[in-house]
């Protein structure tokens, strides 16, 4: 089975500052591990993800996140916060063995930019 | 951009009353999904379907809910007899098989009184 731990369900930043939003997972097969943001009454929009390669991943918005096995994270950070970065932001977890997608999501961490 | 289509986006009905919520997945896309978001339990997967075809719907309570593709332009959640404790945000998504990302509906709130 798999599953992801988010630490910390609300985050707070000065607009400027480093976001750092931390993600665990467990998995008994190599990871598929995602980042996903989403905004008050919307869905889900998908930030970056990690399949194989660049344990360094680039995505939308200025984020990026690395994926480091042997800590069994893939923490999510932006240099310098800005307004808009307000918003729930989900760390998920698919198998990449067998071709499932079926995503494994964390609790959700709640990340408020302070101007 | 192409979008997954939720309807409705809101609905609040009584207990006991049948609840049908309708996803629109991306065409072409041939895998969907069902999730349901809540404070406490977070995002669960209850169902996804490929090709039409149920692979998956251990997390969904069987009694009372049902998953179906009638085409595949359409798939329909349904919960007879609702229940207060089904309020939830539900959420479509789709994709294709062994690519990611999943795309994501903007969800149907439900609010059973």
């Known amino acids: 089975a798999q599953s992801v731990t988010q630490l910390g369900s609300h985050v707070s930043v000065s607009e400027g500052a480093l976001v750092l939003l931390r993600c665990n997972y467990s998995?008994?097969?190599?990871?598929?591990l995602f980042w996903y943001v989403q905004y008050p009454n919307q869905g889900l929009q998908l930030l970056l993800k990690y399949t194989t390669g660049a344990t360094l991943v680039k995505g939308i918005n200025g984020f990026e996140a690395e994926f480091k096995k042997s800590e069994t994270s893939f923490h999510l950070t932006k240099p310098s916060a800005h307004m808009s970065d307000a918003a729930e932001y989900f760390c998920a977890v698919s198998s990449a063995q067998g071709g499932s997608e079926k995503l494994v999501f964390g609790k959700g961490t709640k990340l408020t930019v302070n101007p | 951009d192409a979008r997954v289509t939720q309807t409705p986006r809101h609905k609040v009905t009584e207990m006991g009353q049948e609840v049908t919520m309708r996803c629109q997945p991306i065409?072409?896309?041939?895998?969907v999904f069902w999730y349901r978001q809540t404070m406490m339990q977070g995002l669960e997967l209850l169902a996804y379907?490929?090709?039409?075809?149920?692979?998956?719907d251990s997390g969904m309570p069987k009694d009372r809910f049902s998953a179906e593709m009638p085409d595949a332009t359409l798939a329909t959640l349904k919960i007879q007899p609702s229940e207060p404790r089904d309020s939830a945000v539900y959420f479509c998504a789709s994709g294709l098989p062994q690519v990611q990302p999943q795309h994501f509906g903007d969800g149907t709130r439900l609010s059973i009184l």
């Open positions: 379907f490929r090709n039409r075809a149920p692979l998956d």
């Open positions: 998995s008994s097969v190599p990871p598929y």
């Open positions: 065409l072409g896309h041939n895998t």
